[in-house]
Nanobody, 126 residues
Framework: QVQLVESGGGLVQAGDSLRLSCAAS????????MAWFRQAPGKDREFVAA????????TYADSVVGRVTISRDNSKNTVYLQMNSLKSEDTAVYYC???????????????????WGQGTQVTVSS
């Protein structure tokens, strides 16, 4: 069991940068693959990025490639989402998710992640 708490959201202007953090309560967070998803108003929740348990493998949604970087610091039980060149279409609630996995695979489906945070709002004004 792991509890996830997101932070770092806020109101920014288009072109700005923002770094989201996800703090995990698990004693062995290194055993978890972590991911970020987002849900824009009136839309389904969608995949943003994922990172393997040791940080060596990452994957990104096409819509954020080149602008977003996912990383993790297992010593701090924290996963980060660095977002640059933000656009109005990045406006959404961003959710952190986790699944127990010590493979090299990274997953992009919501159904593969049993643990979720409450989300943090990111609003990008144009």
């Amino acid at each position: 069991q792991v509890q996830l708490v997101e932070s770092g959201g806020g109101l920014v202007q288009a072109g700005d940068s923002l770094r989201l953090s996800c703090a995990a309560s698990a004693r062995t967070v290194s055993a978890y693959e972590m991911a970020w998803f987002r849900q824009a108003p009136g839309k389904d929740r969608e995949f943003v990025a994922a990172i393997s348990w040791y940080g060596g493998n990452t994957t990104y949604a096409d819509s954020v490639v080149g602008r977003v970087t996912i990383s993790r610091d297992n010593s701090k039980n924290t996963v980060y989402l660095q977002m640059n060149s933000l656009k109005s279409e990045d406006t959404a609630v961003y959710y952190c998710a986790a699944t127990v996995s010590r493979t090299t695979l990274v997953y992009s489906l919501q159904s593969q992640y049993p643990y979720w945070g409450q989300g943090t709002q990111v609003t990008v004004s144009s």
